[in-house]
Nanobody, 114 residues
Framework: QVQVMESGGDAVQPGGSLRLPCTVS????????MAWHRQFPGKERDGIAC????????YYRHRVNERFAISRDNAKNTLYLQMNDMKTEDTALYYC???????WGQGTQVTVSS
């Protein structure tokens, strides 16, 4: 049984940083692409970035990598999303997904406010 679990969501002030880990079990982690998405209130999920099995990285939107960075530790079966200089518009539910297989986590809430 594949399990995907995000954590690390928190309330932060504008300009702050947060790192979200996503741990995966039940599949051979280093063989699969993994991605981060987020969902704003009342909106569809929106892709942030993807980390390929060959450690290739793709950011889905222009300039998102100026503040966000995706990485993975295959030895720990963990995907990360580092978020810096956070803004109120980053407030969302953040999800991790095995990109080819479609296994989603439950999401972790990030709130940016002063």
């Amino acid at each position: 049984q594949v399990q995907v679990m995000e954590s690390g969501g928190d309330a932060v002030q504008p300009g702050g940083s947060l790192r979200l880990p996503c741990t995966v079990s039940g599949l051979t982690f280093d063989e699969y692409s993994m991605a981060w998405h987020r969902q704003f209130p009342g909106k569809e999920r929106d892709g942030i970035a993807c980390s390929g099995s060959e450690r290739t990285i793709k950011y889905y939107r222009h300039r998102v990598n100026e503040r966000f960075a995706i990485s993975r530790d295959n030895a720990k079966n963990t995907l990360y999303l580092q978020m810096n200089d956070m803004k109120t518009e980053d407030t969302a539910l953040y999800y991790c997904v095995s990109a080819g297989l479609g296994y989603w986590g439950q999401g972790t809430q990030v709130t940016v406010s002063s």
